[in-house]
């Protein structure tokens, strides 16, 4: 049916095709509210191209079965018409999850499915008692949320497999030196480990929104209809514990006016800051990837090479993170802009679109972190060169002088001025040009013991020296990582109890319904 969609010139008058009309909804049906059946180019918008609903049918099914079981257990509908319908439903999930997207594809109308279904085998009188108090509000909504739900999950275990690949990476280069750069100008000295810390910080700082974002999209609008619920006694609180939310929104209007909105936006604000130091990560790495530094090495694997010049070294898969990040930027501006027009279907796709390359970026992120070779040889020669030493130096000076702070700042200014116009480096620091630039900038001469210079030009010695907290000298960076390691920890606990509990929900579903069928 899906190839029926991508013709979209053939649609746009189709109201005959029988195998158009077998998707759209049974109460669109032509002869009553309408003379003219739905044409084939409107179902792109509702219910959608199959491709849009495909993945959603299981939680309609869930969604169908719960909706009939609270009906039955609240004496709304007949007994045994009810009982009926959950036989029907229960009979297609003889082969699983691809039996129930089989069975209810061919019955069309994705979200509708199921009335399409049960009318078809059981008639309308039977089959239509499945609607009674829902909407396509709660409906959309509430499937919405499920998958939502499940897509949270899903990229906080691609988190977490980020940030342990990168913990392992960082505890093999605790006294691994690291230059840092800002305006992509040699600044100061850190680890590498050190440096994976701040995007390990990054991504678990994201994961606790993540796990806050799933507690509020983890509620259930069903049966708030289309704003404001029904004047049959439905049991909300019943539907919601037998498909897994944690509770009800309560006000029934709010319930379904926020589809796209508030819960969407905040989740969608959680995605771009989980993502974003991603593909900063692998754009620095890119950066120290070219042939000028060759900090890093990718693996082969991940690799391209060009067809014209034979020595070219690709990293695609780093600067491929840009474009997925990008996508999920993208997602984001697009469903703001959706939800500026007066309706927009099918519901979700954006956000789906964005947990796909959300989920792309962490894996990339981490296959790129976790195999490439870091040249420690080319580093230190880099070390050697440039002048990251200069702020170390200045701070030699307030303490051997007893100066003021910007003082020393101006004397190390002059230094690195002439050292530049003389291609002097760093390693080569001296006495005598301290001498000389304390001389021109306040006429007096200061020196510096040789065990001063030399601690100050070694990487390691400065990397130690940084004790403060969060500083990279290597007890701090071990406390770190082990904190890093007790967040990773606390979402595993997270994902396995949000799972465990909507397994628990799907077990306590068939119960229900395995219950009534006996009864």
């Known amino acids: 049916m899906a190839e029926e969609f991508i013709r979209k010139d053939e649609l746009a008058n189709e109201i005959t095709r029988p195998e158009l009309l077998r998707n759209q909804p049974y109460y669109r049906q032509k002869g009553n509210r309408f003379t003219e059946n739905m044409a084939g180019y409107a179902m792109l918008a509702k219910p959608g191209p199959p491709e849009a609903w495909m993945d959603t049918l299981p939680d309609v099914q869930r969604l169908d079965k719960a909706q009939l079981a609270m009906l039955i257990e609240e004496e709304l509908i007949p007994r045994e018409g009810g009982i009926q319908c959950l036989r029907a439903l229960k009979e297609i999930e003889e082969d699983g999850e691809e039996g129930v997207k089989k069975a209810r594809a061919e019955a069309g109308a994705g979200l509708y499915s199921g009335e399409n279904l049960l009318i078809a085998r059981l008639g309308e009188a039977v089959g239509g008692l ?124 709010e319930a379904i006016s926020s589809e796209d909105k508030t819960f969407m936006i905040e989740v969608f604000g959680t995605l771009t800051l989980l993502v974003a130091p991603v593909e900063k990560l692998a754009s620095w790495m890119f950066f120290f990837h070219s042939t000028e530094f060759g900090f890093v090495l990718a693996a082969d694997r991940f690799c391209e090479t060009s067809s014209i010049m034979p020595q070219k070294r690709n990293p695609f898969l780093m600067y491929n993170v840009a474009s997925m990040v990008h996508a999920v930027y993208s997602a984001f501006f697009e469903d703001i802009l959706e939800e500026t027009a007066l309706i927009c279907w099918p519901r979700g796709a954006t956000i789906k679109k964005a947990f796909v390359n959300a989920k792309d970026a962490l894996e990339c992120g981490r296959l790129n972190i976790g195999t490439m070779k870091i040249n420690k040889k080319r580093i230190l020669e880099n070390l050697r060169f440039n002048w990251w030493c200069a702020t170390d130096l200045a701070g030699a000076l307030v303490r051997e002088h007893s100066i003021s702070w910007r003082t020393a700042f101006l004397i190390v200014a002059i230094i690195c001025r002439k050292a530049e116009e003389n291609e002097i480096p760093s390693s080569a620091l001296n006495n005598q040009m301290i001498e000389d630039a304390s001389m021109e900038h306040m006429g007096k001469k200061l020196s510096l013991s040789e065990a001063s210079i030399k601690s100050v030009q070694d990487p390691m010695e400065r990397i130690k020296a940084r004790t403060l907290t969060g500083g990279p000298s290597p007890d701090n960076v071990r406390r770190m990582i082990r904190e890093v390691k007790q967040g990773i920890e606390v979402d595993k606990d997270f994902i396995k109890t949000a799972r465990q509990k909507l397994v628990d929900a799907d077990m306590k579903l068939d119960k229900a319904v395995d219950g009534l069928l006996s009864q």
């Open 130 to 253: 499945v609607h009674l108090g829902r909407s396509s509000g709660d409906e959309v909504t509430g499937t919405l949320r499920m998958k939502i739900r499940s897509e949270i999950l899903e990229v906080l275990e691609k988190a977490v497999d980020y940030r342990e690949t990168l913990v392992k990476v960082a505890e093999q280069h605790i006294e691994t030196p690291f230059p840092t750069y800002t305006g992509f100008q040699a600044a100061q000295i850190t680890s590498l480990a050190h440096y994976l810390l701040d995007f390990i910080y990054k991504a678990g700082h994201a994961c606790k929104k993540l796990r806050d974002d799933y507690k509020e999209v983890n509620r259930s609008p069903m049966g708030a209809a289309i704003g404001t619920g029904s004047d049959f006694p439905l049991n909300r609180e019943r539907v919601a514990e037998l498909l897994g939310f944690d509770g009800v929104i309560t006000n029934t209007h």
